[in-house]
Nanobody
Framework: QVQLVESGGGLVQAGGSLRLSCAASGGTFSTYAMGWFRQAPGKEREFVAAISRSGGSTYGADSVKGRFTISRDNAANTVYLQMNSLEFEDTAVYYC???????????WGQGTRVTVSS
């Protein structure tokens, strides 16, 4: 059983940056693809970004391309989401997920809230 704990959320002004972290435990981190999702108030959860087990391949939603970067440190069992040029529309609870492969997500964190003030 994999446990995921997100951190790094908070309040930031539009145009600012935040770096989210997701620490994994209870499994072999390097065997899992990792992803970030978000859920804005009144909306469904949506895909943000994903990274392959080795970190060699990354994927991002069109809405965040050029602004958000996903990365991972397999030695530290941690995945990151660097968020730059934040917009009001990025306000959401951000969730980390782990899966045997990208698009099949088996484990989820509890989320960290990001609020962008306009």
């Amino acid at each position: 059983q994999v446990q995921l704990v997100e951190s790094g959320g908070g309040l930031v002004q539009a145009g600012g940056s935040l770096r989210l972290s997701c620490a994994a435990s209870g499994g072999t981190f390097s065997t899992y693809a990792m992803g970030w999702f978000r859920q804005a108030p009144g909306k469904e959860r949506e895909f943000v970004a994903a990274i392959s087990r080795s970190g060699g391949s990354t994927y991002g939603a069109d809405s965040v391309k050029g602004r958000f970067t996903i990365s991972r440190d397999n030695a530290a069992n941690t995945v990151y989401l660097q968020m730059n040029s934040l917009e009001f529309e990025d306000t959401a609870v951000y969730y980390c997920a782990a899966g045997a492969r990208i698009s099949i997500w088996d484990y989820w964190g509890q989320g960290t809230r990001v609020t962008v003030s306009s």
